[in-house]
């Protein structure tokens, strides 16, 4: 009986053309997905580049687990509906009162199905790997081939997850006999997956989301997050521990599941409904043999366009009626509200500190939430709508009447355009709601109206034209579903084939972002963007009535032949004005992103850098005239939102020979004229690579000065979007506008695996701080050491211009509003033009004026940052040196140009995102001060980069980054305590090994970073922070100062880490020296773990405590492969069980502690360390006994994680 | 008004010839169309009420030439399909409010008074307010006449209505039938040769696609008087009698014999009878014989 249905199934579903489908479009995805990843489509777009394998065990399993997502939307129709089906075709009755055996029927149903999809899961993996034969793919980018880890990975993350979801989706379906219910737990379970990478980020316990992630994707991350390069290239599935529970758990629950539906399910069975049953009432006829006159009233029918619309409008409440009834839209819309309330108090967090709920934010978190659902809902219910007289079989009865096609159709649209604004509804609630849940009450209602009203309905109408054309040409509305889905989700990837432009992409617009300074900005932008497709769904909305199916459709043929007959001008002539606009204003966007000014693809951007180093590098390095002084004056029209610089700039030949060529490189798409104060020619003028060069009639000497005055303004502002940088209100440009007279080898391409393609030789991405040669550059400028600077802005009455220096004066003449600031002292050629209407905040602190330039409204943080620049200002100055300025400004721009501060001379722009709207939990003393710590770290580049400047060579930044960051913890432990540095450190540790695993080129050692993020911010914070602790602060500091004092201010040959660590070493302690080596010069890790520890209570009270634990250091070259010999080729090892560990020979400190119960401080749980202390450990295996006075509860090896170690989550061990 | 048919011609997909060069013309009054299942009935009229586009031929009711101004005959058709269905939970009243408008009647009082008028001509004004999915098949026959009666139609057409209700409700469908048969035409499909008899005066007989009979029930009957002879056999004799005599139909006696019935162009033999024609005989004889016979 088994076999029967089981082989029935499979050739039942064999004979289905959707099956075909299915098997096409996902095994088409896979192949397709797989060779654009391998640069198949290199000769139309950028070159792709990974130093990790395509095929490395870890992107196999990555690559499975994604794809079998995919494929849980086809689980509903094929598992969930195996058993349904036969209620839904009748043939339970006849099916029913044969002699089946329960089991049988539900195994074989269900293993058949399950064989189905796991077949469609099957031809990915078979796509996957054939496509890495695809011919004109770079092999470079493939490992070897191996058949495990496809095995593994098809075994662990494809499929226990088809037949634990398939088993619950199996069990919905069957019980509600609703596909729909199945349906909505996939969409549930996408959510989960978006609530568990949100919430992994901020988990503590990642060990318990490893174990109960039914994924099973979250156990490998747990074994797999911090892999380096090399690990992930190498490492086969991490197949044991947390991963096996976790999917042994879930297999278990699959069982339990079947066993439920097996126990429960009855051949007699009818669907559990919802609804209460309403009371009986008995029913009797009353229609026996009377005859009547028929003699209906008169009325008037009606049928032209005017009440065709308002017909469109009535029938269209009708569906939305049925829609909002619906249960999948209910329970989607539940899903929705509880899924962004808990996205959005996670998502408003940075650091573990909130910000204010401001309107903005709210609905940029919110609003992305309630758009993917009403994607969903307006993929689906399009099907559903156009399927519903079909599926209720009342369409005869609707399509004899003589209601036009168009106002079905128009109706159906109708009631989603309703539904859009029933979600948005909801929203505008839950957004209220959320706000005034957290205190927040400056309720922007005009601001979600036109966001949520407007803006948000122009995305959605082209969708729901769009989701109405294809489901028009599909009886069964999940094949319609899927195709919308794939479409919608597949069209951003257009560009891995070299379509990039927007109007090519259906569907796509540039976005918006809203910011409290200067709203939307040029919305104009998205809107013609959005008419742009609007236009388009109107010609959809056309085709799709061309080809409306109305009665009974037999063949394609007849589909035509209507086709043809309703070529009428009624149907045409809207679809060519439709055609028109469209192509109209196609063409005017296009021909203002290609025509007006030109536009390069991501191809020949690329191309370009390769152009550029070919035609320019013999300028590399040639003698230059360079800059000392600048004076700039700069109007900033913010009501046209354009600029007009004129700066006069003077150069020095500082070198011995003379100079008779200017190589000028431009920042393309500004209009940039050059005037020279001596006869000088145009030599050569490349606009596309934006060089000119001049020949000097006579040529530079020594010491001679050259004096060139340049004017600058912004593209025209097009009609499209505005070209300029100037806002309405908030603007921050700096001086990249200003031509550069050097050779910038920036420009060039930095991946080694690219150069090679291009025939170029391989490079650093920075030059080696070895090379004296190197070292005429500070790595801010290219052609200026440290200039003079004045600069004269103007603005509109309304606003406050702000440059560097001080201000001199300040006057109105013809309607606008001039500053004058002027600089006292050099600084480096790094220079800002804000404009705003501020308000302002100033203070005189120890003689220097501190300011702060906000938005109004933006006061909630003006305190602390106050606060802060004060404890900083103190800290530095007795620390690192005087503060060269008399004042410090913070100055506030918009969220919309980016989410960070930055530091110029005696200013700092300041982003309104990163911490003027931020809210610090004052009660919790694990809540980090974040306005607070950004505050410090910028101010301490005045010292860190604005006085001790790295030359442009590797290790440039840990000069700056690395000792700000430094000192802005420092800062922070002198005013929080040091309670505070835990969570500070681990985090930069994770972000550090984190950083590392998605390396692209090569991972250097801190003091050869090239300009490495993750490397000289976290990183560099550790290692800093761990050397002044093992050292002691003072003398560290006295150290940094010693070092500043050496080298501020200096000109070329400028100062590398090499010096910065050549003078740390004799500093250091001979027991310690190890950490230069293993801090600075290499990359070395640590892998600390407690294996086991036992408390014993003695007689007196008190507690004997052992712990054992593990320690191991390795070094790792560039993509992460460890060794574990030193130079003399020592290594140690140890037996642990069957493995064995390996370890560089060690001499090494590190802290152990051992904890009792945690302090409570205001509701709040803070360490309570009852022994804390530094020890020496020279081996592997470590066993320590310490005696403690109160009950322990948690130990730990280095416990405030300051060394670099590759595993921060094994290092507290609770008892 | 008159509906002409000419040539209608349609094959399915799966070579079943469904109309095969049918003409037909009806003229005000109930007509009956009379034939097995799957004699094309459904798809004559499916086709007439433009839900279904013939392979070739013309339809023409007065002046609407119906296969090219679909739109201009739905104003004023009235369509009851063989099987339908309505949306889920929603009442009759909703329901015929929803077709009213489908059937372009703007105005609400004017879809309030004609809603409230065809629910108490199909006696349905008591339960309007039960949801028609849950209706009898009875009931919701009704429903398809009310529906039906909206626009006050001038073309009438209802396929197999009466299959599967009770008699009084068949009777009462029947008078309702009537009443607007009076004033318009109505087409009128049904297997049941009764239903033909009590209600409609001209008539058509169907089968394989094509019209084998086309009259009303005098000429059909006249057409076989003195051809129809009968007789009372035994059960056990049946097999013999019908290899020698064209039997058109047969029925059992309650003590097991059969009474037949015979085509024949004079008396077969001394052991049978002379029988009055009835429509049923022509019906069967039309069947048996297959050929055109308009």
């Given at each position: 009986m088994f076999s029967t249905i089981f082989m029935f199934e499979i050739k039942r579903w064999l004979k289905q053309p959707v099956f075909y489908v299915y098997c096409a479009i996902y095994f088409g995805l896979a192949y397709f997905t797989t060779i654009s990843n391998l640069g198949a489509f290199d000769a139309v777009t950028r070159t792709t580049s990974d130093p990790v394998f395509v095929n490395a065990p870890i992107n196999i399993a990555g690559f499975f687990n994604s794809f079998s997502t995919l494929i849980y939307f086809l689980i509903p129709t094929i598992v969930g509906a195996s058993v349904y089906r036969d209620y839904l075709y009748n043939v339970h009755t006849l099916l029913f009162s044969y002699p089946l055996n329960k089991l049988n029927y539900l195994s074989a149903k269900f293993l058949s199905s399950l064989l189905v999809v796991t077949f469609i899961a099957f031809l990915c993996v078979l796509g996957y790997y054939v496509a890495q034969y695809h011919p004109g793919i770079n092999v470079e980018m493939l490992g070897p081939n191996n058949f495990r880890p496809y095995v593994e990975g098809f075994l662990v993350t494809v499929l226990p997850n088809f037949i634990l979801f398939g088993s619950i989706i199996f069990a919905l379906v069957t019980f509600s006999r609703n596909i729909y219910v199945g349906f909505v737990f996939v969409l549930v379970l996408f959510l989960l997956q978006t609530l568990l990478d949100v919430a992994t980020q901020n988990v503590d316990n990642r060990y318990l989301v490893a174990l109960l992630d039914p994924f099973g994707f979250e156990p490998i991350l747990y074994y797999s997050r911090y892999w380096s390069v090399e690990d992930q290239n190498t490492n086969l599935l991490p197949i044991k521990g947390v991963l096996l529970y976790n999917r042994l758990i879930w297999l278990a629950v699959a069982g339990l599941i079947f066993g439920i539906v097996y126990y429960k399910f009855s051949f007699s069975q009818l669907g559990l409904s919802f609804k209460k049953s309403k009371s009986g009432e008995r029913m009797t006829k009353d229609n026996f043999g009377s005859i009547l006159r028929i003699d209906l009233p008169k009325v008037q029918i009606r049928y032209n366009f005017i009440s065709n619309l308002k017909l469109s409008w009535r029938l269209s409440n009708t569906d939305f009626k049925f829609l909002i009834k619906n249960w999948t839209f209910i329970i989607l819309l539940i899903i929705a509200f509880l899924f962004v309330l808990i996205i959005i108090s996670i998502s408003g967090e940075l650091f573990g500190?909130?910000?204010?709920?401001?309107?903005?934010?709210?609905?940029?978190?919110?609003?992305?939430?309630?758009?993917?659902?009403?994607?969903?809902?307006?993929?689906?219910?399009?099907?559903?709508?156009?399927?519903?007289?079909?599926?209720?079989?009342?369409?005869?009865?609707?399509?004899?009447?003589?209601?036009?096609?168009?106002?079905?159709?128009?109706?159906?649209?109708?009631?989603?355009?309703?539904?859009?604004?029933?979600?948005?509804?909801?929203?505008?609630?839950?957004?209220?709601?959320?706000?005034?849940?957290?205190?927040?009450?400056?309720?922007?209602?005009?601001?979600?109206?036109?966001?949520?009203?407007?803006?948000?309905?122009?995305?959605?109408?082209?969708?729901?034209?769009?989701?109405?054309?294809?489901?028009?040409?599909?009886?069964?509305?999940?094949?319609?579903?899927?195709?919308?889905?794939?479409?919608?989700?597949?069209?951003?990837?257009?560009?891995?084939?070299?379509?990039?432009?927007?109007?090519?992409?259906?569907?796509?617009?540039?976005?918006?972002?809203?910011?409290?300074?200067?709203?939307?900005?040029?919305?104009?932008?998205?809107?013609?963007?959005?008419?742009?497709?609007?236009?388009?769904?109107?010609?959809?909305?056309?085709?799709?009535?061309?080809?409306?199916?109305?009665?009974?459709?037999?063949?394609?043929?007849?589909?035509?032949?209507?086709?043809?007959?309703?070529?009428?001008?009624?149907?045409?002539?809207?679809?060519?004005?439709?055609?028109?606009?469209?192509?109209?204003?196609?063409?005017?966007?296009?021909?203002?992103?290609?025509?007006?000014?030109?536009?390069?693809?991501?191809?020949?951007?690329?191309?370009?850098?390769?152009?550029?180093?070919?035609?320019?590098?013999?300028?590399?390095?040639?003698?230059?005239?360079?800059?000392?002084?600048?004076?700039?004056?700069?109007?900033?029209?913010?009501?046209?939102?354009?600029?007009?610089?004129?700066?006069?700039?003077?150069?020095?030949?500082?070198?011995?020979?003379?100079?008779?060529?200017?190589?000028?490189?431009?920042?393309?798409?500004?209009?940039?004229?050059?005037?020279?104060?001596?006869?000088?020619?145009?030599?050569?003028?490349?606009?596309?690579?934006?060089?000119?060069?001049?020949?000097?009639?006579?040529?530079?000497?020594?010491?001679?000065?050259?004096?060139?005055?340049?004017?600058?303004?912004?593209?025209?502002?097009?009609?499209?979007?505005?070209?300029?940088?100037?806002?309405?209100?908030?603007?921050?440009?700096?001086?990249?506008?200003?031509?550069?007279?050097?050779?910038?080898?920036?420009?060039?391409?930095?991946?080694?695996?690219?150069?090679?393609?291009?025939?170029?030789?391989?490079?650093?991405?920075?030059?080696?701080?070895?090379?004296?040669?190197?070292?005429?550059?500070?790595?801010?400028?290219?052609?200026?050491?440290?200039?003079?600077?004045?600069?004269?802005?103007?603005?509109?009455?309304?606003?406050?211009?702000?440059?560097?220096?001080?201000?001199?004066?300040?006057?109105e003449k013809d309607g606008k509003k001039y500053f004058h600031y002027k600089m006292d002292a050099p600084i480096l050629n790094f220079y800002a033009f804000m404009s705003a209407k501020y308000e302002t905040r100033k203070e005189k602190y120890k003689g220097k004026d501190l300011e702060i330039y906000y938005h109004q409204g933006h006061e909630y943080n003006l305190d602390r940052m106050m606060a802060s620049m004060k404890k900083a200002l103190d800290y530095y100055e007795s620390n690192y040196g005087p503060y060269q300025f008399n004042q410090m400004r913070i100055i506030e721009f918009p969220s919309s140009m980016g989410t960070f501060a930055q530091a110029f001379a005696n200013t700092v722009p300041f982003s309104e995102g990163i911490g003027f709207i931020a809210k610090v939990d004052e009660d919790d003393p694990n809540a980090v001060d974040y306005p607070y710590s950004v505050v410090a770290h910028e101010f301490a580049h005045q010292w860190w980069a604005h006085q001790v400047i790295g030359a442009y060579v590797q290790g440039a930044t840990m000069m700056s980054e690395s000792l700000s960051e430094y000192s802005s913890l420092k800062v922070l432990e002198h005013t929080y305590g040091k309670d505070q540095m835990t969570r500070f450190l681990k985090n930069a540790l994770d972000s550090y090994l984190l950083g590392r695993s998605s390396e692209q080129i090569r991972e250097n050692p801190l003091m050869f970073n090239e300009n490495q993020g993750y490397i000289h911010?976290?990183?560099?914070?550790?290692?800093?922070?761990?050397?002044?602790?093992?050292?002691?602060?003072?003398?560290?500091?006295?150290?940094?100062?010693?070092?500043?004092?050496?080298?501020?201010?200096?000109?070329?040959?400028?100062?590398?880490?090499?010096?910065?660590?050549?003078?740390?070493?004799?500093?250091?302690?001979?027991?310690?020296?190890?950490?230069?080596?293993?801090?600075?010069?290499?990359?070395?890790?640590?892998?600390?773990?407690?294996?086991?520890?036992?408390?014993?209570?003695?007689?007196?009270?008190?507690?004997?405590?052992?712990?054992?634990?593990?320690?191991?250091?390795?070094?790792?070259?560039?993509?992460?492969?460890?060794?574990?010999?030193?130079?003399?080729?020592?290594?140690?090892?140890?037996?642990?069980?069957?493995?064995?560990?390996?370890?560089?020979?060690?001499?090494?400190?590190?802290?152990?502690?051992?904890?009792?119960?945690?302090?409570?401080?205001?509701?709040?749980?803070?360490?309570?360390?009852?022994?804390?202390?530094?020890?020496?450990?020279?081996?592997?295996?470590?066993?320590?006994?310490?005696?403690?006075?109160?009950?322990?509860?948690?130990?730990?090896?280095?416990?405030?994680?300051?060394?670099?170690?590759?595993?921060?989550?094994?290092?507290?061990?609770?008892? | 008004m008159e509906l002409k048919i000419s040539n209608l011609t349609k094959t399915y997909n799966n070579g079943v010839k469904a109309l095969d060069h049918v003409n037909l013309e009806i003229g005000p009054g109930m007509f009956g169309l009379l034939g097995p299942n799957g004699a094309g009935k459904s798809s004559l009229m499916r086709t007439i009420a433009t839900l279904q586009s013939p392979d070739g031929g013309s339809i023409q009711f007065g002046d609407i030439d119906v296969l090219n101004d679909k739109n201009a005959l739905r104003r004023i058709l009235g369509y009851l399909p063989q099987e339908f269905g309505v949306y889920p939970n929603l009442s009759a009243e909703e329901l015929l409010n929803y077709f009213a408008d489908l059937k372009g009647i703007g105005n609400k009082q004017d879809r309030k008074k004609i809603v409230q008028n065809v629910l108490e001509i199909t006696n349905l004004y008591d339960f309007r307010n039960k949801s028609v999915s849950g209706y009898s098949g009875g009931m919701k026959q009704r429903f398809g006449i009310a529906q039906m009666l909206l626009n006050d139609p001038k073309l009438i057409i209802v396929d197999e209505p009466t299959a599967g209700l009770d008699p009084a409700e068949r009777h009462r469908f029947l008078n309702v039938l009537r009443e607007i048969g009076a004033q318009h035409t109505v087409i009128f499909s049904t297997h049941i040769v009764d239903d033909v008899r009590e209600l409609c005066h001209e008539l058509a007989i169907m089968n394989g696609g094509k019209v084998l009979f086309r009259g009303s029930t005098q000429e059909g009957t006249q057409s076989l008087a003195g051809k129809i002879w009968q007789k009372k056999i035994d059960r056990a004799d049946f097999e013999k009698e019908n290899a020698i005599y064209n039997i058109i139909s047969s029925n059992y006696n309650q003590d097991n014999s059969l009474n037949i019935r015979v085509y024949h162009e004079n008396l077969p033999h001394e052991s049978f009878t002379s029988a009055t024609p009835m429509l049923e005989d022509v019906y069967f004889v039309t069947l048996k014989s297959d050929k055109v016979n308009v």
């Open positions: 500190t909130s910000t204010y709920p401001v309107t903005w934010q709210v609905l940029t978190a919110m609003g992305s939430m309630y758009s993917f659902f009403l994607n969903i809902m307006i993929f689906l219910f399009a099907g559903m709508l156009l399927q519903r007289s079909r599926q209720t079989n009342m369409f005869l009865l609707i399509e004899a009447t003589a209601v036009p096609n168009w106002v079905l159709l128009f109706s159906k649209f109708l009631a989603l355009l309703k539904l859009v604004f029933l979600v948005m509804a909801v929203c505008l609630v839950n957004g209220i709601l959320y706000q005034a849940y957290k205190g927040y009450f400056n309720f922007e209602i005009g601001h979600y109206l036109y966001e949520l009203f407007f803006l948000n309905p122009l995305k959605f109408i082209y969708l729901i034209l769009f989701a109405l054309f294809i489901h028009s040409f599909f009886k069964n509305y999940f094949v319609g579903f899927i195709l919308c889905l794939i479409i919608f989700f597949g069209i951003p990837f257009l560009s891995k084939v070299g379509i990039e432009q927007m109007i090519f992409k259906p569907g796509s617009d540039p976005s918006f972002s809203y910011s409290d300074m200067n709203g939307y900005a040029d919305i104009r932008h998205f809107i013609y963007y959005r008419i742009y497709w609007i236009l388009f769904g109107i010609i959809l909305f056309g085709l799709t009535l061309l080809f409306w199916r109305r009665g009974i459709i037999s063949n394609f043929k007849e589909r035509l032949t209507d086709f043809g007959s309703r070529l009428k001008p009624s149907v045409l002539i809207p679809i060519l004005l439709a055609l028109i606009g469209f192509l109209g204003l196609g063409y005017k966007i296009y021909a203002e992103n290609n025509i007006v000014q030109p536009r390069y693809s991501a191809l020949e951007k690329e191309l370009q850098q390769v152009d550029y180093e070919k035609k320019y590098k013999k300028y590399d390095g040639r003698a230059i005239p360079r800059l000392i002084d600048v004076k700039v004056d700069m109007d900033i029209d913010p009501k046209k939102r354009d600029f007009l610089a004129k700066g006069k700039f003077t150069y020095v030949n500082k070198t011995s020979e003379a100079i008779d060529t200017i190589f000028m490189n431009l920042t393309p798409d500004l209009k940039i004229a050059a005037k020279f104060h001596q006869p000088s020619d145009l030599i050569l003028k490349d606009s596309v690579l934006a060089v000119d060069i001049y020949k000097l009639k006579t040529a530079l000497n020594p010491g001679d000065t050259l004096r060139i005055d340049y004017t600058i303004s912004n593209a025209a502002n097009g009609f499209l979007f505005d070209r300029s940088e100037v806002l309405e209100n908030g603007t921050f440009m700096n001086n990249m506008m200003f031509p550069v007279l050097a050779y910038f080898d920036d420009g060039e391409i930095d991946d080694n695996r690219v150069r090679k393609k291009y025939g170029l030789a391989d490079k650093p991405r920075m030059a080696d701080p070895r090379d004296s040669s190197k070292l005429g550059n500070n790595y801010i400028s290219q052609d200026a050491d440290w200039i003079n600077f004045e600069a004269t802005l103007s603005t509109s009455t309304d606003q406050i211009a702000i440059a560097p220096g001080y201000l001199q004066k300040t006057w911010y976290n990183k560099g914070s550790l290692v800093m922070y761990a050397m002044s602790d093992f050292l002691g602060e003072q003398k560290f500091n006295d150290f940094l100062k010693a070092y500043a004092s050496k080298v501020k201010f200096q000109l070329p040959p400028y100062t590398t880490s090499i010096e910065f660590v050549d003078m740390l070493r004799p500093v250091v302690p001979d027991t310690l020296q190890y950490l230069i080596k293993d801090l600075f010069e290499t990359v070395t890790l640590y892998d600390n773990h407690i294996k086991d520890v036992n408390v014993k209570e003695l007689d007196n009270g008190k507690f004997e405590v052992n712990i054992n634990f593990l320690t191991s250091k390795y070094r790792t070259d560039a993509l992460g492969k460890k060794s574990y010999e030193d130079v003399k080729g020592t290594s140690l090892a140890h037996k642990d069980g069957k493995k064995t560990v390996n370890s560089l020979p060690l001499n090494d400190y590190m802290d152990i502690a051992i904890f009792a119960e945690p302090i409570e401080k205001e509701g709040y749980k803070v360490d309570n360390p009852l022994y804390l202390k530094r020890i020496k450990v020279d081996k592997i295996n470590n066993q320590i006994k310490v005696i403690v006075d109160k009950k322990p509860i948690e130990v730990g090896i280095d416990p405030n994680y300051k060394l670099l170690d590759q595993d921060s989550n094994d290092n507290r061990k609770k008892i | -």
